[in-house]
């Protein structure tokens, strides 16, 4: 079973294998202080921190390369362009996508996912049609997929999962029928870690002629992503996800599929010709990137491909398994903390309550000591309330996060069971 993040067992020399304290460095941020004591930042399912080659790229760019890309016949709208378009090609490179004009740039996934619900809904979906996701999703991956549904007349369906947070995909093929237009899945799940296999749902949806569109926003920090072995159709993903900044992201589409659906928005940069009469579009990738882009956010992404290429991606995932492992243990020694979220294959993700206590106050506490975590719903309430819980607290790992982060953590977690527990 295949989930396109196949991950390494720890073994007892992978802290030595990996060597995170010279990955820090590269990371400014890391170094601030907070309240007086040094940053643990432990929330990177929301954002990751960025190296400093993605700030001087972004830095180097304003300085040195600043115009609008494509249609300018000087030099410097020339180099711009160039930039941005390396950007792309990095991007297609960090997914094996067949081609860089198969990489459309968006703000981000939640864009990405609606730009494929509007062109995709409005020329596939239609009155007594299906929807099929999950029910682990983010509200990015179901409130467009809703607003398709409430417009076409079509019904949204979920595949369920288990207390262990983890897909029923017995149920599947019972899921999957003849008015399935489109199965829209999380890769991996934001609130609970869950790696989904999801190369078996992109057969199964195959075998009956239905396309797949994976939500990649919390896959690609973890490593890269081969659509091509995935199969997928549509792949979503984050900048400032993987280390790169915010405001671009990217949607991979299969181009047989790209090349039929309309535009998303109408503007500059997306036309061939334009008269009153009538409008001919850019081909691809241009046809869904209306206006000015966000040229640096481009550069950014690419150069936080850059980064992300020299890193040894076996060692990463040995350490970042290994550190996962840890946390899970600390956090389970504190009594009262119950782990929400414990599939068998997961990636750096723990969510967790503690009797009695209000996840803002263990987030609170854990501030006042330094360390940075998210609480809430984390923009899954239907995952929360198959828990039967208002909210969790989150800590999610990087590579660049050590074991001092996490004892620091579970400090916080024992200091707020004593205080409210």
């Known amino acids: 079973m295949s989930t396109g993040l196949e991950r390494v067992q720890a073994g007892p020399e992978t802290r030595a294998k990996f060597a995170v304290e010279r990955v820090r460095v590269d990371f400014p941020l890391l170094g601030r202080s907070m309240r007086g004591k040094a940053l643990a930042y432990l929330d990177n399912a929301a954002t990751s921190q960025k190296p400093r080659h993605v700030i001087d790229a972004i830095h180097r760019f304003y300085e040195t390369l600043n115009a609008n890309v494509h249609r300018g016949v000087y030099q410097l709208s020339e180099e711009a362009t160039t930039a941005y378009e390396w950007g792309r090609a990095m991007l297609a490179q960090y997914l094996n996508a067949p081609s860089p004009a198969e990489i459309v740039f968006v703000r981000g996934t939640t ?8 062109t995709f809904g409005r020329t596939r979906i239609g009155a007594g049609d299906e929807i099929l996701i999950s029910a682990m999703e983010h509200h990015s991956n179901i409130v467009p997929w809703q607003l398709v549904a409430e417009e076409r007349g079509a019904t949204l369906k979920v595949i369920p999962m288990n207390e262990r947070g983890e897909l029923l995909l017995d149920q599947l093929p019972g899921l999957l029928t003849d008015r399935t237009r489109i199965v829209a899945v999380v890769h991996v799940s934001n609130s609970l870690g869950t790696v989904n296999p999801v190369r078996e749902i992109v057969e199964q949806a195959h075998n009956r002629g239905i396309p797949v569109l994976l939500d990649g926003a919390q896959a690609v920090p973890h ?47 997306m036309i061939a010709s334009v008269t009153f009469a009538k409008t001919t579009y850019a081909p691809l990738p241009m046809k869904f990137e209306a206006g000015t882009p966000n040229i640096e956010g481009a550069v950014g992404i690419g150069a936080a491909v850059d980064y992300l290429q020299h890193l040894d991606w076996k060692s990463v995932a040995e350490y970042e398994r290994d550190l996962l492992t840890y946390t899970q243990e600390r956090l389970s020694e504190i009594p009262g903390v119950r782990l929400v979220g414990t599939a068998a294959d997961k990636v750096s993700v723990v969510s967790f309550v503690l009797d009695g ?23 899954t309430q239907p995952v929360m309330d198959f828990f039967k819980i208002p909210a969790t607290a989150r800590a999610s790992l990087a590579f660049y996060n050590t074991r001092d982060d996490v004892d620091r953590l579970a400090a916080a977690v024992w200091k707020a069971r004593e205080l409210f527990g």
């Open 223 to 269: 490593g890269p992503v081969d659509v091509q072995a995935l199969d997928c159709d549509f792949y979503a993903v984050s900048g400032h996800k993987m280390f790169g900044p915010t405001g671009i992201g990217a949607l991979y589409g299969r181009r047989a599929l790209l090349e039929t659906l309309p535009p998303y928005q109408g503007g500059g940069e």
């Open 357 to 379: 206590v209000h996840p803002h106050d263990i987030g609170t506490i854990a501030d006042q000591e330094g360390v940075a975590i998210r609480t809430g719903h984390h923009c």
């Open 111 to 118: 864009e990405a996912i609606n730009l494929v619900a509007a």
